[in-house]
């Protein structure tokens, strides 16, 4: 089996516990406004890579990695390539690698559900048997208000709810992150809903805001895209400040440091 990568990273560290070596996926069914890779949309615009590849690349970074680090995928959106990432973690776990996802869970199929098709049964299944192999993940919160949320990425965020619940079910350990975007997701009544969307779970680890930046506007331009932010700044260093209290960040355990 090979998946599609966008481009690996050796030394990351802020992607989840300790330094981590990161594999960027290819493809993303989300087409959130402030996103900063639109080069990662297109799955098959990805280089084709086997697990052992990727493994081989990954282990010449070990010794950097400490008691804590280890493997991050990110994207894109890996969960898009379930099948390569199962077998990817599978083998790491193998090699006792450390496995986190980075994932906004567009693809999650909540196969518990009363109206769960075959399809959307089989795939959980898929999930399910990925999370054996997982350690941890690091999830956004793209906006808490379904309306918004479909504004903001062109999809419903119902499914992504109902993996944040299954994961608390599970006790997965997550680290939720949420970019703050003035005029979009910059409300103090969103984020207020969001904290206690948060004190709901009680399998998050850590919390972050993510200022949001322009710094991908040019990728736009190369690619061809109109940028659909390009007129808007970075939320000040108050508003940021107002965030992480409203959102109760420093309540959560830092124990990547």
């Known amino acids: 089996m090979k998946g599609y990568i966008h481009q690996l990273e050796s030394f990351g560290a802020a992607d989840g516990p300790g330094v ?62 379930i099948d390569f990432l199962i077998e990817l973690f599978t083998e790491a776990k193998k090699r006792g690698i450390n496995t986190c996802i980075d994932t906004a869970g567009a693809p999650f199929r909540n196969g518990e559900a009363p109206d769960a098709s075959e399809a959307d049964k089989e795939w959980f299944a898929k999930f399910q048997r990925l999370m054996e192999v997982t350690d941890i993940l ?17 999809r419903s965020g119902k499914n992504i709810r109902e993996m944040f619940a299954y994961l608390d079910k599970i006790k997965k350990p997550i680290w939720i992150r949420h970019v703050l975007v003035p005029g979009i997701t910059d409300n103090d009544e969103y984020l207020i809903q969001t904290r206690d969307f948060i004190r709901t779970l009680g399998n998050v680890e850590r919390v972050e805001v993510l200022p949001y930046h322009g710094l991908g506007a040019m990728k736009y331009k190369d690619l061809g895209i109109e940028y659909p932010l390009k007129d808007l700044e970075s939320p000040t260093l108050e508003r940021v400040a107002n965030a992480k209290k409203i959102l109760e960040c420093d309540k959560y355990t830092r124990w990547s440091e």
């Open 138 to 154: 690091l999830m956004d919160i793209k906006h808490i208000n379904e309306e918004e949320h479909v504004k903001l990425t062109g």
């Open 20 to 81: 981590r070596f990161i594999i960027f996926f290819s493809g993303c069914p989300l087409r959130c406004l402030y996103c900063h890779n639109p080069d990662t949309w297109n799955m098959k615009d990805g280089k084709l890579y086997t697990v052992e590849q990727l493994l081989e690349e990954a282990e010449t970074c070990r010794a950097y990695w400490g008691a804590k680090g280890g493997i991050t995928v990110s994207g894109g959106e890996p969960l898009f390539q």
